[in-house]
């Protein structure tokens, strides 16, 4: 009797198949993209894989997506340089070259492709590929900044104004009792 054969993606974690898969991510390819192979496991048991950090899969699958970064960060290059595309010739009615005309779906497919890329870095590693902020808090001018702080006395009872002033005075160094208790 035949052996029967086993159906469906695989499930169970095995090296060989984790190796494969970080080796996609550190192409650049996206996990949902690689996941599509129905000789890999499905997208949900290999983010589970991370979740669970099996045999160490976790720094290796983080590694893996570090380095396909790298590979997005010069796909933009890549695309920003490659003009191929960015001009059709023009043929008059007798099939000859009138001219050149700019491709303008191209260019901005392009700029999206390019504009992708970049906010999925900066969201993904933004401390690499994020935009720099720096926040500078001066006061007038440039200067220092200056605190006021306003108080009503007037709705202290005369208990709150003692104890109001010994404090003040063991701040100052004093003993905190006053000559007129």
């Not at 949902?32 to 499905?42: G, H, K, N, T, V």
């Not at 390019?114 to 001018?141: C, F, M, Q």
Request: aromatic share 6%; charged share 35%.
């Amino acid at each position: 009797m035949a052996k029967p054969r086993k159906r469906g993606r695989p499930t169970r974690y095995m090296p060989a198949l984790a190796a494969k898969i970080c080796q996609q991510l550190a192409e650049g390819q996206s996990l949902r993209s690689i996941c599509r192979d129905e000789a890999l496991p499905p997208e949900s048991t290999v983010r589970g894989w991370v979740v669970d950090d099996h045999e160490g899969f976790s720094a290796q699958y983080a590694r893996a997506r570090d380095i396909g970064l790298e590979v997005m960060a010069e796909e933009i290059l890549e695309i920003s340089d490659d003009g191929s595309n960015d001009w059709m010739e023009q043929l008059d009615k007798d099939g000859q070259s009138a001219g050149w005309k700019l491709n303008g779906e191209h260019v901005q497919r392009s700029r999206l492709r390019v504009d992708t890329r970049k906010w999925i870095l900066s969201k993904l590693a933004p401390k690499r590929y994020g935009d720099r902020v720096n926040l500078e808090h001066t006061g007038e001018d440039g200067g220092p900044i200056q605190t006021k702080t306003e108080f009503d006395f007037s709705k202290l009872t005369a208990d709150d104004l003692r104890n109001l002033r010994d404090i003040a005075e063991r701040a100052a160094g004093g003993s905190g009792k006053s000559k007129r208790d």
